[in-house]
């Protein structure tokens, strides 16, 4: 059975960090993406940044480029979404994801999700 399970979320004020973990289980993980997305109340979700299982290289939305920084720790099947510098337009629930790709920026249409974790940024 394939588990993503997201932790890390929480209520944070402007300004500040969060770090999100993300655990992958029952895929085979060097064939699978890895990626953060996000939606905020009343908009779409949206992808936040990837990581290739391969290479380790990333790619970044825009929005999130030199404050969020995505990093995997293959040994335990766990991607961090490290987050500074938050803004509270970043306040959504946060989905770990797998996209059966091994390049980073074709991770757009995951097979798997995990069930998100709420980031909250007060102003």
């Known amino acids: 059975e394939v588990q993503l399970v997201e932790s890390g979320g929480g209520v944070v004020q402007t300004g500040g960090s969060l770090r999100l973990s993300c655990t992958a289980s029952?895929?085979?993980?060097?064939?699978?993406?890895i990626g953060w997305f996000r939606q905020a109340p009343g908009k779409e979700r949206e992808v936040v940044s990837c990581?290739?299982?391969?290479?380790?290289?990333?790619y970044y939305a825009d929005s999130v480029k030199d404050r969020f920084f995505i990093s995997s720790d293959n040994g335990k099947d766990t991607v961090y979404l490290q987050m500074i510098s938050l803004k509270p337009e970043d306040t959504a629930v946060y989905y770990c994801?797998?996209?059966?790709?091994?390049?980073?920026?074709?991770?757009?249409?995951?097979?798997?999700w995990g069930k998100g974790t709420l980031v909250t940024v007060s102003s």
């Open positions: 994801a797998a996209a059966y790709t091994v390049v980073a920026a074709d991770c757009h249409r995951p097979d798997y």
């Open positions: 029952g895929f085979t993980a060097d064939e699978y993406a």
């Open positions: 990581i290739s299982p391969s290479d380790r290289s990333t």
